[in-house]
């Protein structure tokens, strides 16, 4: 008996983990650590809530129940979106 090829991979987001420290974001094949020290508007979210993401249009990364938009790019290139007024 032989088993089948395994299928194509639809998920092009996922929540793999959460640590005190932050989550791992997993989008389009690559993994991401984001740190609530940097994100600190995840810091007090419940699980669901950041398990709650979305990818749409290929690089725009969103938390409906938390109203947080992210570009894919910043997680890339964060060098390049400071995400506070200094």
């Not at 032989?2 to 639809?10: A, E, F, Q």
């Not at 640590?19 to 419940?46: C, I, M, N």
């Not at 969103?62 to 910043?74: G, K, Q, V």
Request: aromatic letters at 16%; hydrophobic letters at 35%.
């Amino acid at each position: 008996m032989k088993s089948k090829k395994n299928g194509k991979n639809t998920l092009k987001v996922e929540v793999q983990n959460i640590s005190r420290h932050g989550f791992w974001l997993f989008v389009k094949d690559k993994e991401y650590f984001l740190t609530f020290k940097q994100f600190p508007w995840f810091k007090e979210a419940k699980v669901s809530e950041i398990q709650n993401v979305q990818l749409n249009h290929e690089h725009h990364i969103n938390w409906p129940s938390l109203d947080i938009d992210l570009e894919l790019e910043a997680l890339e290139k964060p060098e390049k979106y400071p995400m506070f007024y200094k």
